[in-house]
């Protein structure tokens, strides 16, 4: 089943980072990247194959912090 989750992310700053950012969750399985930008993401995921802690951690391990809305 797909559930949307909204990301607030610090540290970002410019296109640079929104790519690395996309990136990043783009390879976590089960994710739909829906939308980037500066300080912000939104992904649908497949609640049954991920959870939502793996997809804030994609984009903690390249350097920035995200947290759910």
């Known amino acids: 089943m797909s559930q949307t989750l909204k990301l607030t992310i610090d540290g970002m700053h410019c296109g640079s980072c929104v790519n690395r950012v996309t990136l990043a969750l783009k390879k976590v399985e089960s994710v ?23 997809i804030v951690e994609s984009v903690n391990r390249i350097g920035f912090s995200a947290r759910q809305n």
Do not use: F, H, M
């Open 32 to 54: 739909d990247v829906k939308q980037v930008s500066v300080g912000s993401a939104e992904v649908e995921y497949d609640e049954t194959k991920v959870e939502p802690a793996e």
